[in-house]
């Protein structure tokens, strides 16, 4: 999972910040690396409680963008199967 990316923007998400001092790209390359196998499972494991700190942010009313990119990495998340 350390190659994938996920660490340091997992970390970044769950800090008490808004999503604007993350970028405005950070959210669509979640959805990105949520494509892969790899960054599926990392999303989905249960001790990083990923999807928990996911779901706030499908309903910030600041920014369609920030929304987009993170529906996009949920519903990545729905292909993952078999584990």
């Known amino acids: 999972e350390r190659g994938t990316g996920l660490d340091p923007l997992l970390q970044a998400l769950g800090k008490p910040q808004g999503p604007p001092q993350l970028g ?47 529906v996009g990495a949920l519903r990545n998340c729905c292909f993952q199967y078999g584990e």
Do not use: E, K
């Not at 960054?39 to 309903?59: A, C, E, I, K």
């Open 24 to 70: 405005p790209w950070t959210h669509f390359t979640l959805c990105n690396l949520s494509q892969l196998p790899a960054g599926r499972r990392g999303l989905l494991d249960h001790y990083r409680y990923s999807v928990q700190r996911l779901l706030p942010f499908t309903q910030y009313q600041d920014s369609m963008i920030h929304r987009r990119g993170i």
